[in-house]
């Protein structure tokens, strides 16, 4: 007997591209994300190539990294970018960030490092600019010195700095989170401020794209955006920030494991009415996008020290699968979404511990998610599904306030991609399997292959000494037609490939 019942809807039409930006992440000098985690220098006993951790490196390119946001976060509103070039020996040590700017930062990882990073890992670079701290001068110039074209001095200097060819850095942030530590502003102070920076930057260079710093509120959106509407060709994407958390990483009770994934299935809300406000001044023109550029379980260990590190569970990994089922259904109006953070803070696809290195279950779950990007998103519709009532939540940080809710406990994606159907389900339930009927509607299949990722309990972890604790079991499927089940164990996703 069946715990669910999944139709896939092939024979209506699709909800759109998955775009890969959409499985995108972030890396900010903050903690031992850059330093130690992707960046080490050449002269580290840790091996690299060109400064750049080989081990981190590998791991990357293996899954795939779309997108990578840098330099920051609230990091980047204090950045200089020329700090950050010419010989790393005359580099400036500024002020660099922690809890506070408190740390020093040498500037070892700076835009030419930055971009052979994109390059090796095959990721889509988005730089963010600094608004909080630097000017409008600043970032035309940072834009110039990356994509210029004409023989102008900046171009020289990155040519004498060992990049000849432009850089061609398409995605470009204006400012970070200015509602708070990028400045303080109000609503319509910082959207004045984004029309003086996009109107110069996009005198230099027309193709790139800007993001607007926008907010998980919707009166500050309602404000920015309204400040925009006569200036609308400047606005491309607008972001979103969205962290949730429930308890303590490892330390979480029945409740809580659940309350964290309901924080995730509400990233939804925050796109859900920013794409109202995206619409309603629109008004029939051009419709910006939302980039959710942060994301991710902030959990209270994180902020300890403020080394911003936590371990990372088997249910991060499920919530990160409702989430990322959140972005393709929404792939029509989400241009791009950010993890936060790639190597060693907060979220973490990867941690490292001297040389040693390990993936964490949420490296598995990207892994298992990849089929996705570039597909087709279609329609699906769940029934018959087990839920569970959760009370309301009032958390101080990440700042919570959920009403008593039902929780679905069954999440799911479901794409079409070279005659291909890709399935990827979670079961959410923490200590009970799950059998999903699965009704195909306009395909047929023979078969298929699984891959799912579960561990002994929702508190799972990967470590330097059990670095394959979680990890993905592969499995066949013999059965077609027009209809199978699909097993899963308690907590876990799994992705089925259909054909
Ligand atoms: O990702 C950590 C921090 O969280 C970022 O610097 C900031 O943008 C957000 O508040």
């Not at 400012?175 to 930057?201: H, L, M, Q, V």
Request: contains cysteine; glycine residues 10%; proline residues 6%.
């Amino acid at each position: 007997m069946p715990d669910a019942t999944l139709t896939i809807l092939a024979d209506e039409p699709a909800l759109g591209t998955i775009s890969p930006l959409l499985h995108g992440h972030f890396a900010e000098h903050l903690g031992r994300c850059v330093n130690d985690g992707l960046w080490v220098g050449p002269d580290s006993p840790i091996p690299n190539t060109d400064g750049l951790r080989s081990d981190v490196l590998q791991a990357l390119r293996d899954l795939g990294i779309p997108q990578l946001r840098w330099p920051g976060g609230c990091y980047a509103d204090t950045y200089h970018w020329r700090d950050g070039i010419g010989p790393r020996d005359g580099r400036p040590r500024s002020l660099g960030e922690s809890c506070g700017l408190n740390v020093v930062e040498d500037n070892g990882m700076g835009t030419h490092e930055f971009i052979a990073l994109c390059r090796a890992i095959g990721a889509e670079p988005y730089l963010a600019g600094n608004v909080g701290s630097g000017s409008p001068q600043e970032m035309m110039d940072w834009v110039h010195y990356c994509n210029g074209t004409l023989d102008t001095t900046l171009v020289r200097e990155r040519a004498a700095n060992g990049h000849p060819d432009p850089m061609n850095v398409r995605y470009w942030g204006v400012g970070n989170e200015n509602w708070g530590c990028g400045g303080n502003y109000d609503p319509a102070d910082y959207a004045k401020e984004f029309r003086r920076f996009s109107t110069f930057i996009k005198m230099v260079d027309s193709s790139v794209e800007l993001v607007a710093c926008g907010n998980n509120t919707r009166e500050w959106n309602l404000r920015v955006v309204e400040t925009l509407r006569s200036h609308w060709g400047l606005l491309d994407h607008l972001s979103v920030h969205q962290y949730y958390g429930a308890g303590h990483a490892t330390g979480f009770n029945e409740e809580e494991y659940y309350q964290l994934l309901r924080g995730a299935d509400l990233v939804e809300e925050g796109i859900r009415y920013t794409d109202e406000i995206l619409r309603f001044f629109a008004a029939g023109r051009r419709r910006p996008s939302i980039a959710v550029d942060e994301w991710g379980a902030w959990h209270p260990e994180a902020a300890k020290g403020c080394d911003y590190e936590a371990p990372n569970t088997l249910r991060d990994a499920i919530a990160a699968a409702g989430v990322l089922d959140v972005f393709h259904r929404w792939c029509g109006v989400v241009s791009m979404a950010n993890l936060a953070q790639i190597v060693n803070v907060l979220q973490c696809l990867i941690q490292t511990e001297g040389d040693r290195m390990w993936l964490t279950p949420t490296y598995h779950l990207f892994r298992l998610y990849a089929p996705h990007r570039g597909a087709e998103a279609l329609r699906l519709d769940i029934t018959e599904a087990p839920t569970r009532d959760l009370p309301a939540q009032n958390r101080a940080w990440p700042e919570t306030t959920f009403k008593p809710g039902v929780l679905p406990l069954v999440s799911a994606s479901v794409s079409r991609k070279d005659g291909t159907t890709i399935l990827s389900l979670s079961n959410r339930r923490r200590t009970e399997p799950l059998a999903v009927r699965v009704v195909l509607r306009g395909i047929r299949i023979d078969g298929g292959t699984t891959q799912t990722l579960t561990g002994d309990a929702p508190n799972a972890v990967n470590s330097a000494e059990q670095p394959g604790h979680v990890r993905i079991t592969e499995g066949h499927l013999d059965t077609g037609g027009g209809e199978i089940t699909l097993t899963l164990p308690p907590c876990s996703v799994q992705t089925a490939i259909l054909a």
